[in-house]
């Protein structure tokens, strides 16, 4: 009698099963051990933080790495050296950066630093857009992988057992650490695949045919509170923090598009309305850059309305470093009223001679 034990099929089976358990281990134990996206330590191995993908990486690099000093912003702010920053002001910052930079997303990465983490600086690059975005994350809504973002990690197989992260990003982190000449000061720097002049800036603004009635200057007056109230709770929570706030410098276009869209007086009014709620604390500064007239009307240092050349990163840094640029509670109604006229000049007066040159939305 043959022993059912022992059977070929059974044996097969058994080791078939073996052997894909043990790869399975394998894999996962190489995902963890490398971990490209920093979900469960900072770099080990002599590997560097190698940082490209803000969506996946940015989170974990906040839980893990060591720092203390936090750059924060949306994609104007991936092109800032780190080290312009931590040699100014003598700290070791690292980015926090957020597509479209809503304030509710960037409060959600401060919080995840604060978890760990004491901070002597928060530099904050406030996008204007930023006041009137809705005052709730929206990392689930747009499809960021929360299986990252979470602390659940009975959902941490679709990380370790990815055909993506195995083939393609561990290779990649090792590569750059041990082969390329990657500098960590310059995670998520997208600037040296970009141009800047001109014909870009123009060629990817599409203006509107029609103007847009002027909105009431508090039409955004409901989701500016919200914003406003996000980020005092930052400010009042961390006084240990000094929360270095700046508006960088966007394009004329991008003033021209807002005097078309409606939305011109009610952006400076909301940023009228949060300079003046962050001034009276103690430990916040602010800069306004956006009134740089020799940068937003030279289109050479754009490549659309809004994104500018590493030169008017390091500017901004420089300045803010001098002490440059700031507004007090003396100067800023003026600042602001200067920032108004500005505007207008840009629409009426400096705009025009580009008009031949920028396409027209007519649908």
Request: net charge negative; glycine share 4%.
């Given at each position: 009698?043959?022993?059912?034990?022992c059977?070929?099929t059974?044996q097969?089976?058994?080791r078939?099963?073996?052997?894909?358990?043990l790869?399975m281990l394998?894999?996962?134990?190489?995902v963890?051990l490398i971990d490209?996206?920093?979900?469960?330590?900072?770099?080990?191995?002599g590997?560097?933080?190698?940082l490209?993908?803000?969506?996946?990486?940015c989170?974990?690099?906040?839980r893990?790495?060591?720092?203390d000093?936090?750059?924060?912003?949306?994609s104007?702010?991936?092109n800032?050296y780190n080290?312009?920053?931590?040699?100014?002001?003598?700290?070791?910052?690292?980015?926090?950066i957020?597509?479209?930079?809503a304030?509710?997303?960037?409060?959600?990465?401060?919080?995840?630093?604060?978890e760990?983490h004491d901070?002597?600086?928060?530099?904050y690059s406030?996008?204007?857009?930023s006041?009137?975005?809705?005052?709730?994350?929206?990392?689930?809504?747009t499809?960021?992988?929360?299986?990252?973002?979470?602390?659940n990690?009975l959902?941490d197989?679709?990380?370790?057992y990815?055909?993506?992260?195995?083939?393609?990003?561990?290779p990649y982190?090792?590569?750059?650490?041990?082969i390329?000449?990657?500098?960590?000061n310059n995670?998520y720097?997208?600037?040296q695949?970009?141009?800047?002049?001109?014909?870009?800036?123009l060629g990817?603004?599409i203006r509107?045919?029609?103007i847009?009635?002027m909105k009431e200057?508090d039409y955004?007056?409901?989701v500016l509170d919200a914003?406003?109230?996000?980020m005092?709770?930052q400010?009042e929570g961390?006084?240990e923090t000094?929360f270095?706030?700046?508006?960088p410098?966007?394009s004329m276009?991008?003033?021209?598009?807002l005097y078309?869209t409606?939305d011109?007086?009610?952006?400076?009014y909301?940023?009228e309305?949060a300079?003046a709620a962050f001034?009276?604390y103690n430990?916040?500064?602010?800069f306004y850059?956006?009134?740089?007239?020799?940068?937003?009307t030279?289109?050479?240092?754009?490549?659309d309305?809004?994104h500018?050349?590493p030169e008017i990163n390091?500017?901004?840094?420089e300045?803010?470093?001098a002490g440059?640029?700031?507004l007090t509670?003396?100067?800023y109604?003026?600042?602001l009223?200067?920032?108004r006229?500005?505007a207008?000049?840009?629409?009426?007066?400096?705009?025009l001679?580009?008009e031949?040159m920028?396409?027209?939305?007519y649908?």
């Open positions: 009698m043959i022993n059912a034990n059977s070929p059974r097969f089976i058994k078939f099963f073996q052997r894909s358990l790869l394998l894999i996962a134990a190489i963890i490209p996206f920093f979900h469960y330590h900072k770099p080990w191995f590997l560097k933080e190698v490209t993908d803000k969506e996946y990486q989170i974990g690099s906040l893990t790495f060591d720092y000093s936090l750059i924060v912003g949306s104007v702010a991936e800032y080290a312009w920053f931590g040699n100014g002001f003598g700290c070791t910052p690292i980015k926090a957020r597509s479209y930079g304030t509710a997303d960037l409060c959600y990465l401060l919080d995840a630093a604060y760990e901070l002597k600086y928060v530099f406030m996008d204007t857009s006041l009137a975005a809705e005052p709730v994350p929206t990392y689930e809504l499809g960021c992988p929360m299986y990252l973002y979470n602390k990690y959902d197989v679709e990380y370790l990815n055909k993506g992260v195995l083939f393609e990003k561990i982190m090792v590569a750059n650490s041990f390329g000449d990657y500098d960590a995670s720097n997208w600037a695949w970009k141009e800047f002049n001109q014909d870009m800036a990817l603004y509107t045919a029609k847009a009635p200057k955004y007056q409901d914003n406003i109230q996000l005092k709770k400010i961390h006084p000094k270095k706030i700046f508006f410098a966007y276009l991008f003033w021209d598009n078309r409606g011109l007086e009610a952006y400076l909301n940023m309305q300079i001034l009276p430990n916040v500064e602010i850059f956006q009134d740089e007239r020799d940068i937003v030279n289109l050479e240092n754009y490549m309305t809004l500018f050349s390091q500017y901004m840094a300045q803010i470093i440059n640029h700031r509670e003396d100067n109604r003026q600042t009223s200067g920032m006229d500005f207008y000049e840009i629409v009426h007066e400096l705009i001679p580009y031949d920028i396409k027209v939305d649908t």
